[in-house]
């Protein structure tokens, strides 16, 4: 079964961080998704099959001419909008994850806070004690 997790954390990596966590079958679920969600005007990232959020989590991702990155609505809320070649970036820099335990930031040009997608590095255990 995929293991994607989502959750929204003040200090990783020293700054606010909207951490997407994934196993090897999260990471190639987690790309077919981006490939045919971002299509789509607007969607939300809990419509990710499998995916696991954060309570009180919400992230909307849009497609949108503006490529604006993540921007925070409200304490727990956010919109992702990247443009086309964004969303292309997003699903580039996940595909090249496959090689390993690694993380890539998946950064937009106006960041509230960061986006960090990682594979082998934070886990169950990790989860469990702040995952909230």
């Known amino acids: 079964m995929a293991f994607i997790r989502v959750g929204y954390f003040e200090d990783v990596k020293g700054a606010g961080t909207l951490l997407i966590d994934v196993d090897d079958e999260g990471l190639r679920t987690l ?5 045919s969600a971002t299509s789509d005007p607007k ?6 099959p499998g995916s696991v959020i ?3 989590l919400h992230v909307d991702l849009s497609r949108a001419p503006d490529d604006t990155g993540l921007v925070r609505t ?3 809320e956010f919109v992702w909008q990247r443009s086309e070649e964004g969303w292309a970036e997003v699903i580039d820099k996940l595909a090249a994850m496959e090689s390993g335990a690694c993380h890539q ?3 937009g040009p106006s960041d509230d ?3 960090m997608a990682s594979i082998g590095e934070y886990g169950h255990s990790w989860w469990r004690r702040h995952g909230g």
């Not at 790309?31 to 490939?35: K, L, M, N, T």
């Not at 969607?43 to 990710?48: K, L, P």
């Open 54 to 56: 954060q309570s009180g």
């Open 105 to 107: 930031y998946l950064e």
């Open 43 to 48: 969607t939300t990232i809990s419509d990710c």
């Open 113 to 115: 806070v960061q986006v």
């Open 74 to 76: 409200a304490e727990n």
């Open 31 to 35: 790309i077919a998704w981006f490939q």
